[in-house]
């Protein structure tokens, strides 16, 4: 088991929450799915900021559950830009829990998702140049 003493060093998370029992089974997991759709938004944020505008999912490149989240684990998204296109960038989405919000820190889940730079009528378009 990966634990480590904080929350990691010289990130900021990108989106925290707390999973509630409708996000989770009989046995108190959270569902992969309600994870995997705030991996996406976690993603989306850098994206959007980077494309200055909308963005859209067009690949979850990775994902992979190293551990099993609770209801009450207090989940912390940290997003970073890995690779930049010409209309598309590639995300990496690492994802720590707190053991009910007072206990260990291990890293649960990690992901890569692509999304494309998109223009009000949802075609592709060029991501801006610095």
Wanted: hydrophobic letters at 45%; a neutral charge; aromatic letters at 8%.
């Amino acid at each position: 088991m990966e634990t480590l003493p904080d929350w990691p060093e010289g990130k900021h998370a990108t989106l925290r929450v707390v999973p509630m029992p409708a996000d989770a089974n009989y046995y108190g997991d959270v569902f992969g799915g309600w994870i995997m759709s705030h991996i996406d938004v976690a993603g989306a944020i850098v994206a959007a900021q980077l494309a200055q505008g909308r963005v859209g999912t067009v690949a979850v490149n990775a994902m992979q559950f190293r551990q099993p989240v609770g209801v009450g684990d207090l989940l912390a998204f940290y997003a970073e830009i890995t690779r930049v296109g010409t209309t598309s960038v590639t995300v990496r989405v690492d994802v720590f829990a707190q053991r009910r919000l007072i206990g260990d820190i291990v890293k649960v889940t990690e992901a890569t998702l692509t999304y494309v730079a998109m223009d009000e009528a949802g075609k592709k378009r060029k991501l801006p140049t610095a």
